[in-house]
């Protein structure tokens, strides 16, 4: 079975600044696919990145980055420029590759940008 | 706007009761998703339908059961309710299905007392 963790509960970064969130998993699938998701204070879940696994890029937009490293089984997102609307819960997610796989949420990290 | 509509927004009820939560996915997705999300156990995947058939079954108990209508539109039954079923319920859609959940609704908070 997938597992997905967070081994950071909470981070504060200030407005304008740069932050880094943790994530490992662990497969022995080949052919996955990886996530982010922001949910904010109003609870709503949003799809931030999405990145495959046979892609060795890593996926951006806008502010948001990842670092993907397979062989070690990482994923870390990146923030730049951070932004007071970028407070939320963020969570990692895992979905094998073979079509109608569920989806593994991690535990999540609760950020707070702090003006 | 994600385009996922829950009903109801918040449910308060006893135990040994029975709910149905509802969702209608956004325009022109053919899957929908469902999960419940405890303070304990973060956000745990419970089934999936495309266009009106179980297409993948996660960490669902038996006394909850789903379905997916014709207008595609689905509905969550809770049943022989439990302190530990109070959650928050996401119904999520996409296109196809077998993709990642796309858009999510704002959730039903269930409170069971």
């Known amino acids: 079975a997938q597992t997905v963790t967070q081994s950071q509960p909470e981070m504060s970064v200030q407005e304008a600044e740069t932050v880094t969130l943790s994530c490992t998993y662990d497969t022995s699938e080949s052919n996955y696919y990886l996530f982010w998701y922001k949910q904010p204070p109003s609870r709503q879940m949003i799809l931030v990145i999405r990145q495959e696994a046979y892609k060795q890029q890593n996926a951006t937009e806008n502010r948001f980055s990842v670092n993907f490293q397979k062989a070690a089984k990482s994923f870390s997102l990146k923030i730049s420029d951070s932004q007071l609307g970028d407070t939320a819960m963020y969570f990692c997610a895992f979905m094998g590759g073979g079509g109608y796989q569920k989806v593994t949420f991690g535990i999540g990290t609760k950020l707070q940008v702090i003006p | 706007d994600s385009g996922v509509t829950q009903t109801p927004k918040h449910l308060i009820t006893a135990t040994g009761q029975r709910v149905t939560l509802r969702c209608s996915p956004r325009?022109?997705?053919?899957?929908v998703y469902w999960y419940q999300q405890s303070l304990d156990q973060g956000l745990q995947f419970l089934i999936q339908?495309?266009?009106?058939?179980?297409?993948a079954k996660g960490n669902i108990l038996e006394r909850f059961s789903a379905q997916q209508f014709p207008d595609l539109h689905s509905e969550l039954n809770l049943s022989s309710l439990e302190l530990g079923d109070s959650a928050l319920y996401f119904c999520?859609?996409?296109?196809?299905?077998?993709?990642?959940?796309?858009?999510f609704g704002d959730g039903t908070r269930l409170s069971i007392l």
């Open positions: 325009s022109g997705d053919l899957s």
């Open positions: 339908y495309y266009n009106g058939e179980e297409r």
């Open positions: 999520a859609s996409s296109v196809t299905g077998g993709e990642q959940p796309q858009h």
